[in-house]
């Protein structure tokens, strides 16, 4: 089973940018926001906690207590943690991301990685509802 660890302040700047680069600030988290916007009405933006996988994965989640509700463009329609939206805020980016920038292995990677992680998690259920 793959871990999760809450990033630090002093890590946020630097493991983001490990993985992703510049494109972190510039492109990654500017379509993980848009992302959530149109799945969720309920999101107007606020704070994301960050997240390093066992296997330096990468994903982002609002740190909301409430659940979202989600409406996505392949028929679901449910209700998700704050956790589970952003797993799948962060899966529906790094797939688009893979279509469109210039490094689409890099995305591909962290797709899989957070993909494999969110296998054990307790609302697998609906996040695959949700992406599917």
Excluded at 87 to 102: D, E, G, R
Aim: net charge negative.
């Amino acid at each position: 089973m793959i871990h999760k660890i809450q990033l630090t302040e002093a890590d946020r700047i630097n493991f983001p940018a490990n993985i992703f680069g510049i494109q972190f600030p510039i492109l990654v988290e500017s379509v993980i926001y848009s992302v959530a916007d149109s799945l969720s009405c309920d999101y107007n933006g606020g704070y994301w906690n960050m997240y390093r996988l066992g296997d330096n994965g990468f994903y982002m989640a609002p740190d909301e207590d409430t659940p979202f509700r989600v409406e996505c463009m392949n028929g679901y329609e449910g209700e998700l943690s704050a956790d589970a939206f952003g797993i799948t805020v962060c899966l529906y980016a790094y797939s688009q991301l893979s279509f469109t920038s210039k490094a689409p292995e890099m995305f591909i990677k962290q797709y899989y990685q957070l993909k494999e992680y969110m296998l054990g998690h307790p609302e697998v259920q609906k996040i695959l509802a949700a992406i599917d």
